[in-house]
């Protein structure tokens, strides 16, 4: 099992930056990938951005390319968003996720509680 914990989040307002982290703890050896995926009201929950957890290769969203950045740092078991020039569609229920190696984030990832982002104009 691998419990994740996201903190940060909050209002900001358009153009501004904000960062979100993410600790793992529980079966963190377990851990291949983490990312980050959001939901906004009335809206299915989508992909955000991914890192692996040994190379360090990311992914992201075309929306958000040029704009976020993710990390990570496997010896803390953290990982962190950080979000710049934000607009207000970037407002969203952001959730924190772990998967193990050979699986898919649908079928075996380990999700955080979510934390709010709110952009105003």
């Known amino acids: 099992q691998v419990q994740l914990v996201e903190s940060g989040g909050g209002l900001v307002q358009a153009g501004g930056s904000l960062r979100l982290s993410c600790a793992a703890s529980g079966r963190t050896a377990s851990i291949n990938a983490m990312g980050w995926f959001r939901q906004a009201p009335g809206k299915e929950r989508e992909f955000v951005a991914s890192i692996t957890w040994s190379g360090g290769i990311t992914s992201y969203e075309d929306s958000v390319k040029g704009r976020f950045t993710v990390s990570r740092d496997s010896a803390k078991n953290t990982m962190s968003l950080q979000m710049n020039t934000l607009q207000p569609e970037d407002t969203a229920v952001y959730y924190c996720?772990?998967?193990?190696?050979?699986?898919?984030?649908?079928?075996?990832?380990?999700w955080g509680q979510g934390i709010q982002v709110t952009v105003s104009s």
């Open positions: 996720a772990a998967r193990p190696a050979f699986t898919t984030w649908t079928k075996s990832a380990a």
